[in-house]
T-cell receptor, first 112, second 111 residues
């Protein structure tokens, strides 16, 4: 298992600004995943971040809007840029394999 | 596109009753997992069933998988108020490299 922390736990941002979310894992992992969960909805995968390579983005998500860093095997950041109210969601990072994933507590973003 | 569709979308039961949630998916899978999410927080892995398994138990949880119908069910027996949460199925697609989550079922257990 893995213990994952995320910062911040929640934030309220003005439109047009950016928010960077940090994800810290208590052990070294190869793959980290970033998800978005819009209000009352399921999880949608934004991108997969492997250390030492560019993140792989899912259809509908682009690097300019959601830049990701993965500087080492225990840490990653997701930035949500040029915020609009439609970006109001919970953002979750996870680690693990396709058999089981461990999730951070999530970052609740509200854009005004 | 979303792989898993779940029903019901919401379920309200009394404590002590059983809760059954269903999940359908569209493509071939390697395995299917169920997760629980409490009040908009992180998800917790509950149980995994592989494509060659038909039924699996873990405590009060019973999961079935019917690959011919591309469907799975999660049964929670003797429910408790603490089981109140959203439950998601997730599939690992054959030939794919990601996990896709279903729409989820919101379970409310009344004390």
């Amino acid at each position: 298992s893995a213990v994952i922390s995320q910062k911040p736990s929640r934030d309220i941002c003005q439109r047009g600004t950016s928010l960077t979310i940090q994800c810290q894992v208590d052990s070294q992992v190869t793959m980290m995943f970033w998800y978005r969960q819009q209000p009352g909805q399921s999880l949608t995968l934004i991108a997969t971040a492997n250390q030492g390579s560019e993140a792989t983005y899912e259809s509908g998500f682009v690097i300019d809007k959601f830049p990701i860093s993965r500087p080492n095997l225990t840490f990653s950041t997701l930035t949500v840029s040029n915020l609009s109210p439609e970006d109001s969601s919970i953002y979750l990072c996870s680690v693990g394999s396709y058999n089981e994933q461990f999730f951070g507590p999530g970052t609740r973003l509200t854009v005004l | 596109s979303q792989q898993g569709e779940e029903d019901p979308q919401a379920l309200s039961i009394q404590e002590g009753e059983n809760a059954t949630m269903n999940c359908s998916y569209k493509t071939s899978i390697n395995n299917l997992q169920w997760y629980r999410q409490n009040s908009g927080r992180g998800l917790v892995h509950l149980i995994l069933i592989r494509s060659n398994e038909r039924e699996k138990h873990s405590g009060r949880l019973r999961v079935t998988l019917d690959t011919s119908k591309k469907s799975s069910s999660l049964l929670i027996t003797a429910s408790r108020a603490a089981d109140t949460a959203s439950y998601f199925c997730a599939t690992d697609i054959t030939g794919g490299f990601k996990t896709i989550f279903g729409a989820g079922t919101r379970l409310f257990v009344k004390a």
